[in-house]
């Protein structure tokens, strides 16, 4: 997946439903995003790597 994990997503026909914000559990923000197409849902969560530079992006199957 590229940098931008949410842009590739839109851009495959995936529609944003919600979006949240929170400190995680390594005390780093974290923005989570439910995505949905076709009656498919998934979760996207992207945060800063602890070290280094980038983000670190999982996608959950909901």
Known sequence: MSDKPLSDLV???WEVVQYS???GDMG???HCVLVRRKGE???VRVRSKM???GAVVE???V
Do not use: F, N, P
């Open 41 to 43: 849902h998934k979760i």
């Open 28 to 30: 780093v923000l974290e």
């Open 59 to 61: 996608e959950l199957d």
């Open 21 to 23: 914000a929170s400190i």
């Open 51 to 53: 070290l280094g530079k």
């Open 11 to 13: 851009r495959q026909g």
